[in-house]
């Protein structure tokens, strides 16, 4: 703070020595006046402008002091106190602007949530006009064309249960329900969504489930698999697709193994990034980069750990760990 003040200040020091040399120089040219006297004025009110500065280091730096320490989530107004009336000038606009940034903000939340609210109600609404697709696609006698119109249909549906979950996962904390979910009945009923896209690309499952019952929430568990399902059938161009459950250690893991595309190295770190689309396959213009991203951060609030190992052309194992004496099993004894 001394170094601040000083630099503050350097123009009224260097406004003091050149007054001080001039009067030196004066006494210098001019014979009539004792060299020796201007040199002991000199020294004297160099020692009193010292002493002056000291005084107002002391008045003036504490209201600088205390706004740099001051916390963010403060108000100004009641913390720092202002004795000078520059001090009062500052304190006065950045109290005002403080202000208006918390009513913009205010006023962007609100906004946000509105827009919020009403995607949520157009995903509903274009849920049912969807649904009704869905039973007239089921009711064609053109086997061709069935399978064509149900793999749009499934790219629309994945694509607006995304959405949806996106706007939902902020208050996910907000709609979980904990229960025994029996993810053999779960699975299947993903894979039975799949079926149309797995047909057409000649993809089967293999699932051999040995921990069958999890305590977690099962639309979000739901989403989940789906998002690491629907991964592994998007990057895989034949054979089948493992499906595993096995306790390890206390933990009950389920492992999703496909022998697609696979992940590079220098991928593996960045997958459950944001927006984070493949370098390898950057060409691809149908990744959004977001199905992993909301997995991850869905996994994470059900306290669900993701592995991967994955290897390019050999294919990608994605691990969830479920851990049995996990923080919800207190609550679901209660």
């Given at each position: 703070?001394?170094?601040?003040?000083?630099?503050?200040?350097?123009?009224?020091?260097?406004?003091?020595?050149?007054?001080?040399?001039?009067?030196?120089?004066?006494?210098?040219?001019?014979?009539?006046?004792?060299?020796?006297?201007?040199?002991?004025f000199?020294?004297?009110?160099?020692?009193?402008?010292?002493?002056?500065?000291?005084?107002?280091?002391?008045?003036?730096?504490?209201?600088?002091?205390?706004?740099?320490?001051?916390?963010?989530?403060?108000?100004?107004?009641?913390?720092?106190?202002?004795?000078?009336?520059?001090?009062e000038?500052?304190?006065t606009?950045?109290?005002?602007?403080?202000?208006?940034?918390?009513?913009?903000?205010?006023?962007?939340?609100?906004?946000?949530?509105?827009?919020?609210?009403?995607?949520?109600?157009?995903?509903?609404?274009?849920?049912?006009?969807?649904?009704?697709?869905?039973?007239m696609?089921?009711?064609?006698?053109?086997?061709?064309m069935?399978?064509?119109?149900?793999?749009?249909?499934?790219?629309?549906?994945?694509?607006?249960?995304?959405?949806?979950?996106?706007?939902?996962?902020?208050?996910?904390?907000?709609?979980?329900?904990m229960?025994?979910?029996?993810?053999?009945?779960?699975?299947?009923?993903?894979?039975?969504?799949?079926?149309?896209?797995?047909?057409?690309?000649?993809?089967?499952?293999?699932?051999?489930?040995?921990?069958?019952?999890?305590?977690?929430?099962?639309?979000?568990?739901?989403?989940?698999?789906?998002?690491?399902?629907?991964?592994?059938?998007?990057?895989?161009?034949?054979?089948?697709?493992?499906?595993?459950?096995?306790?390890?250690?206390?933990?009950?893991?389920?492992?999703?193994?496909?022998?697609?595309?696979?992940?590079?190295?220098?991928?593996?770190?960045?997958?459950?990034?944001?927006?984070?689309?493949?370098?390898?396959n950057?060409?691809n213009?149908?990744?959004?980069?977001?199905?992993?991203?909301?997995?991850?951060?869905?996994?994470?609030?059900?306290?669900?750990?993701?592995?991967?190992?994955?290897?390019?052309?050999?294919?990608?194992?994605?691990?969830?760990?479920?851990?049995?004496?996990?923080?919800?099993?207190?609550?679901?004894?209660?």
């Amino acid at each position: 703070m001394i170094k601040l003040f000083i630099k503050e200040r350097r123009s009224w020091l260097a406004f003091y020595v050149a007054m001080q040399l001039l009067l030196l120089f004066i006494a210098y040219l001019d014979t009539s006046i004792r060299l020796t006297s201007v040199t002991y004025f000199t020294f004297l009110s160099t020692i009193a402008f010292v002493g002056f500065l000291f005084l107002r280091y002391q008045k003036e730096t504490p209201f600088y002091k205390e706004l740099k320490d001051l916390d963010p989530s403060m108000d100004l107004s009641e913390i720092v106190q202002a004795n000078q009336p520059f001090e009062e000038l500052s304190l006065t606009a950045l109290t005002n602007h403080a202000l208006h940034q918390k009513r913009q903000q205010a006023h962007n939340l609100n906004e946000l949530e509105l827009e919020k609210e009403e995607m949520l109600a157009w995903i509903h609404e274009v849920k049912t006009p969807l649904t009704a697709m869905k039973l007239m696609i089921d009711r064609l006698e053109d086997t061709k064309m069935k399978k064509q119109l149900t793999y749009e249909w499934l790219r629309i549906h994945l694509l607006l249960d995304q959405q949806l979950h996106q706007r939902r996962i902020s208050s996910m904390e907000n709609d979980l329900y904990m229960e025994k979910v029996d993810m053999e009945s779960l699975i299947f009923g993903e894979i039975k969504t799949l079926q149309s896209w797995c047909i057409q690309k000649g993809i089967g499952f293999d699932v051999e489930l040995t921990e069958k019952v999890i305590l977690s929430d099962s639309k979000w568990l739901s989403f989940i698999i789906r998002q690491l399902l629907s991964n592994a059938v998007k990057y895989s161009d034949s054979g089948d697709i493992e499906v595993k459950s096995f306790l390890v250690d206390d933990a009950i893991k389920l492992s999703i193994k496909d022998d697609g595309q696979g992940i590079s190295n220098r991928d593996l770190p960045r997958i459950f990034d944001k927006g984070f689309t493949s370098t390898t396959n950057h060409y691809n213009q149908s990744a959004s980069g977001m199905g992993l991203f909301l997995a991850k951060r869905a996994a994470d609030a059900l306290n669900i750990t993701i592995e991967v190992e994955s290897a390019p052309s050999k294919g990608s194992t994605f691990t969830l760990t479920f851990s049995k004496n996990n923080r919800f099993v207190d609550v679901w004894s209660m």
